[in-house]
């Protein structure tokens, strides 16, 4: 897109990154400071993965998820103050956190066809959004916005990734031996997010890497709220 389409196009601000990098809470940051909306893609996956097992359809059945992909109706509210997700309707927000869903959505999450439909939605959200929208997940950049205003790519160390993990879940009373088994997962998924062949994790040629293995939240949100804004001036959007 030339730059004086890029001007009157809406602000989209795409990151991507792996599990851990503090993509969802700098992406909602980053919107609530710039008076944008926010989506978050990782969430549409896995209410796809909530609806899957709760209507017994086998995740690791990738015929019978693209089959089944068509039918529940997934709804994000993308206020930064208080995003929201629903699969018919149902309020979903908590389920799609739990373990089960955890395990099986990177194998519902690699089939194309479940790809292509929310790849969908997320433009929609986008399109309907009125200041603009901060998207985040692992193809923003890459396959949903490929025009976005920015593009980031975060990432951090893997010990930093796991280290902020199990203060998470230290904080939430979490065993230390359901912290090792939920590291190990998350390097699966991390592995099985970057390898698969449809819109696989991978840093945009045009993306700014943001490393924040070394940096406080509030200093990544800067970095991105300046690179927005440093943008805008000169595209004057
Ligand atoms: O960000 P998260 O952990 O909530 O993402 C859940 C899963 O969905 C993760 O395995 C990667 C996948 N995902 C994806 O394939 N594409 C996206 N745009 C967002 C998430």
Redesign the pocket.
Known sequence: METADRASAPVVVAI?GP?GSG??TVSRAVAARLGLSFL???????AMTWWMLTNDVDVDDADAVAIACGKPVIVSGTDAAGPTITVDGQDVSGPIRGPEV?AG??A???VPQV?TR?VEL?RGCAEVAEHGIVA?????GTV?FPDATVKVFLTASEAARAERRAAELRAKGVDEATITAMAADLAR?DA??SS?ET?P?TQAVDAVLVDTSDLTLEQVIDRIAALVQDRQVRTGA
């Open positions: 991507d599990s993509k969802s978050d893609t990782g969430a549409m996956y896995r955890t959505v990177s519902v999450a690699a790809r929310l997320q985040e997940g692992r193809d923003m949903v998924r099985a997010d698969r819109a994790l």
